[in-house]
């Protein structure tokens, strides 16, 4: 069973790359350019003011990992937001479960009292049913919000879970 770890960035930075690098060269589920260049991750997904998480595989690769920071500064600071990455070579294994499962029970522990995706991609019909699954509703779409790299223009819903 793997385990969700906070992230070193001294030793998993190379690991979370692959993935980052992997994931977002779709163009289809996150709004990072595809060319983001490696030196990017370090503002993405390991800043000052975000928790990183890994999951490791069974020889000690990265196979995936979240982030998880205050969705708005000083009086929104309340609530989460949250990114999720695993690695296309370990999709479908129900790691996106363990992340999210891990994400909700770090928040709460934090004293968040909900947590919002901004930007979840209409057509990742994937991540849209899990978040349904652990009770993140749908509260509002953005027409348009998302230019996917082969559908064009797609929708961008909102997305919350309030603890409270």
């Not at 296309?88 to 522990?109: M, N, V």
């Not at 849209?128 to 559908?151: A, C, D, M, Q």
Request: glycine residues 10%; hydrophobic residues 40%; negative net charge.
């Amino acid at each position: 069973m793997e385990l969700v770890r906070h992230a070193n960035i001294q030793t998993d930075f190379d690991g979370v790359w692959k993935i980052f690098s992997r994931v977002i060269q779709s163009g289809d589920t996150y709004v990072f350019e595809p060319e983001t260049p490696k030196e990017k991750l370090k503002d993405y997904w390991f800043a000052e003011f975000m928790d990183t998480f890994v999951i490791e595989g069974d020889f000690g690769e990265i196979i995936a990992t979240y982030i998880i920071k205050p969705n708005q500064i000083g009086l929104g600071s309340h609530i989460a937001n949250c990114g999720y990455m695993v690695h296309p070579d370990h999709q479908g294994k129900g790691l996106g479960t363990i992340l999210c499962e891990h994400s909700i029970s770090y928040a709460k522990e934090k004293g968040y009292k909900g947590i919002q995706f901004n930007i979840v991609v209409s057509t990742n019909s994937a991540a849209v049913h899990l978040w349904e699954k652990f009770g993140f509703e749908i509260i509002g779409n953005t027409p348009g919000g998302f230019r996917h790299s082969t559908l064009g223009f797609v929708d961008t819903y909102i997305m919350f879970k309030s603890f409270t």
